[in-house]
């Protein structure tokens, strides 16, 4: 059972961090006029509003189940544990900052953009940047217990 929550655990952390890193290395809006960054923002949001809190909810509930698998070993434990801690930051940033501007924008017309747009568009990217770093991490973390555990079932069974 706990190579499959590993498994599991894997493909949906890096599903997360995937779509994440994927937005912040394509995406940077910056240099986006008023009328491209609302047309593009809105399409993103609906594109991932949802889908992607949902994918961070089982990701957390995954990571917790695949620690507590693990518990006999303290480090694996840990890790896991951090990994968890960092998911949900990430959430939390998601949902008490990124939410909130997403809530904003939906509501502006392309042709229309408020005066303070750059603010929240700034805002945004700053907090998107924060989840990203948070999700990149428990990827990290969470490759690495499983690769190292799997490692270390290898070694036992070969010794």
Not at 55 to 60: C, Q, R, S, V, Y
Not at 81 to 88: G, S
Not at 128 to 150: D, M, N
Request: include cysteine; aromatic fraction near 12%.
């Amino acid at each position: 059972m706990g190579t499959i929550f590993r498994f599991i655990n894997v493909i949906l952390i890096s599903i997360i961090a995937g779509i994440l890193v994927g937005i912040s290395l394509g995406y940077n809006p910056v240099h986006f006029s008023a009328q491209a960054y609302i047309e593009q923002q809105q399409g993103v949001i609906n594109a991932f509003n949802v889908l992607m809190p949902v994918l961070g909810l089982i990701t957390i509930i995954v990571t917790f189940v695949n620690a507590f698998s693990q518990r006999a070993s303290k480090g694996f434990f840990m890790t896991l544990l951090i990994a968890a801690f960092l998911l949900i930051i990430s959430g939390l940033v998601t949902r008490f900052g990124n939410q909130p501007i997403n809530s904003i924008v939906m509501k502006w017309t392309p042709d229309t953009p408020p005066d303070n747009w750059r603010e929240l568009r700034d805002r945004w990217w700053a907090l998107h940047l924060v989840r990203t770093s948070a999700s990149f991490f428990a990827l990290c973390l969470i490759v690495w217990a499983s690769v190292k555990k799997v490692e270390t079932s290898v070694a036992i069974k070969e010794f």
